[in-house]
Nanobody, 126 residues
Framework: QVQLAESGGGLVQSGGSLRLSCIASGRFFSLPTMSWFRQAPGKEREFVGAFSWSGSRSFYADSVKGRFTISRDDAKNTMYLQMNDLKPEDTAVYSC???????????????????WGQGTQVTVSS
């Protein structure tokens, strides 16, 4: 069993930066893919980015490509989401997710993930 917990959210001005953390307890190395999703009020959950151990590949939504970066620190069982040049439309609750099996190209599908954190609020003011 794996538990995920996010931190690092907050209020930031447009153009600012934040770094979110997702700490995993349990079998961190058993998660072949870990991802970030976000959900704004009244909107569906949206894929942000994913990191797959297979080939150490990263994938990002077009809306954040070039501004957001995912990284992992295995020694700390932690995944990060560095968010730069934040925009008001980035305002949402950000959640990390972990897949307990190989999911191939289905990294943007929330149903691919077995484990979820509780989420952390990111608010970007204009």
């Amino acid at each position: 069993q794996v538990q995920l917990a996010e931190s690092g959210g907050g209020l930031v001005q447009s153009g600012g930066s934040l770094r979110l953390s997702c700490i995993a307890s349990g079998r961190f190395f058993s998660l072949p893919t870990m991802s970030w999703f976000r959900q704004a009020p009244g909107k569906e959950r949206e894929f942000v980015g994913a990191f797959s151990w297979s080939g150490s590949r990263s994938f990002y939504a077009d809306s954040v490509k070039g501004r957001f970066t995912i990284s992992r620190d295995d020694a700390k069982n932690t995944m990060y989401l560095q968010m730069n040049d934040l925009k008001p439309e980035d305002t949402a609750v950000y959640s990390c997710a972990g897949a307990n099996r190989r999911i191939g190209d289905y990294y943007a599908n929330p149903s691919s993930y077995a484990y979820w954190g509780q989420g952390t609020q990111v608010t970007v003011s204009s």
